[in-house]
């Protein structure tokens, strides 16, 4: 089993960065192919990014592609989520997800998952 944390939300006006952490805990997180998504009111959670066990495979919704990067660290079991030029629309809960195996842009390819954390865009 492994245990999700994720961290760095906030308040952030249109244009601006912000970088999400999700520190993992339990088994070897390099075990495990990770994503983010997110939520917000009214809609679906939605797949945002993924990163390959390796760090070697990324994937984007088309969304986030050019301003959003996901990248790991598994000395430090950490994936990062950098979020540049930011919008109001991606205002959002973000969540993290894990997955002992290949990459994949459903939910349903997800095990694990973390609590979330805000993410507010002001225009």
């Known amino acids: 089993q492994v245990q999700l944390l994720e961290s760095g939300g906030g308040l952030v006006q249109a244009g601006g960065s912000l970088r999400l952490s999700c520190a993992a805990s339990g088994r070897t997180f390099s075990s495990y192919a990770m994503g983010w998504f997110r939520q917000s009111p009214g809609n679906e959670r939605a797949f945002v990014a993924a990163?390959?066990?390796?760090?070697?495979?990324?994937y984007y919704a088309d969304s986030v592609k050019g301003r959003f990067t996901i990248s790991r660290d598994n000395a430090k079991n950490t994936v990062y989520l950098q979020m540049n030029s930011l919008e109001p629309e991606d205002t959002a809960v973000y969540y993290c997800a894990a997955h002992v195996g290949t990459t994949s842009r459903l939910q349903s390819g997800y095990e694990h998952w973390g609590q979330g954390t805000q993410v507010n865009v002001s225009s």
């Open positions: 990163i390959s066990r390796s760090g070697g495979g990324t």
